[in-house]
């Protein structure tokens, strides 16, 4: 049981807390006994979890390759799940090892992803705002 006093106004109070069961609580004030209903806790808001279909299904690339399909084996990939930030290149853009092909947030860092190396990009698989798990195809090279 806990015992507190308090004085508001100029009045004193004794009160005692007793047992709290199923959200009811015995309490006492000055000498005289109370039952108190007790707010339930507000549940944590659950968030959806909203996974996108893989980059290569969710967006068709912005340049279709002449066999009609894209070869995601010459494709930088992402190391991590996160979130697309920037795409810095488009279709028929030529790129160097090294440089910065799209920037991807992942736990609250930006992370620029460079090309591994050179040639031309021959599709871009995702957007500004696409969520990405680890290994997603991003961005052809070849």
């Known amino acids: 049981m806990k015992e507190y006093k308090y004085t508001i106004n100029g009045n004193k109070y004794e009160v005692a807390i007793g ?3 199923d959200n ?4 006492t004030v000055n000498g005289e006994e109370y039952k ?11 968030k959806k979890v909203v996974v996108a279909r893989p980059a290569a299904e ?4 912005t340049s279709a390759p002449a066999a009609g399909k894209v070869n995601v084996n010459n494709a930088l990939k992402a190391p991590l799940p996160g979130v697309v930030t920037e795409v810095k290149v488009a ?3 030529e790129v160097k090892a090294g440089d910065t092909v799209v920037v991807l947030e992942a ?3 930006a992370n620029n992803l460079e090309a591994e190396n050179s ?3 021959t599709a871009v698989l995702v957007k500004e705002g696409d969520s ?6 991003l961005v052809v090279i070849e």
């Open 91 to 93: 279709v028929g853009d």
């Open 36 to 46: 108190v209903e007790m707010e339930k806790e507000a549940e944590p808001e659950k």
């Open 119 to 121: 040639g031309k990009v």
């Open 58 to 61: 969710a967006a068709a690339p």
């Open 107 to 109: 736990m609250k860092m």
């Open 19 to 21: 047992e709290i069961v």
């Open 24 to 27: 009811f609580a015995t309490v």
């Open 132 to 137: 990405v798990m680890e290994d997603t195809p």
